[in-house]
């Protein structure tokens, strides 16, 4: 009895191992770390950034994957993991006014994540550029001015 269980958590172990488990998943994962959901938002075209679209905003920054709780857990605690990097992104812009400085980096974040999911790593580093201009930009609109350069010391 003891010999027949063993057998069957072995072929178990090697069945989890060749489909559908570490290997599988390592792939799976690198794969969306190179490339996004790039592919899949090609296919669904305009509907991609429609409810239930890879690219709609509860999809990317609240992701819900079935049948994948690791992948899911770890997508949504890398979206709670960027707020984590928003004072250092304030930091970087030190020429411009509170509000703008704000919006710049949640701009930047939301770049990152969008272009972190359309495009894999190429698109994140499009995306945070794209995402602080656009901030910026709105922070601007509503009145929040870069203030004058500071020479010397005060």
């Known amino acids: 009895m003891r010999d027949a269980f063993m057998s069957g958590v072995r072929a178990a172990k090697l069945t989890y ?9 390592a792939a799976s994962l690198a794969k969306n770390v190179a490339f996004g959901q790039a592919p899949r938002a090609f296919i669904e075209g305009s509907k991609a950034i429609g409810p239930g679209g890879v690219l709609h905003w509860k999809n990317v920054l609240w992701p819900t994957i079935p049948g994948h709780p690791v ?51 190429i698109g994140s580093g499009i995306g945070m550029p794209v995402g602080k201009a656009i901030g910026h930009g709105i922070g601007h609109l509503l009145g929040s001015r870069p203030s004058e350069p500071q020479y010397g010391y005060q």
């Open 17 to 25: 191992l060749k489909q559908g488990g570490i290997v599988d998943n």
């Open 71 to 121: 992948h899911q857990i770890m997508g949504r605690a890398g979206t709670l993991m960027m707020g984590t990097a928003l004072p250092s992104l304030m930091r970087q812009d030190q020429g411009e006014g509170r509000l703008s400085k704000l919006l710049g980096g949640v701009g930047s974040l939301a770049g990152m994540a969008y272009g972190g999911t359309a495009g894999g790593i």
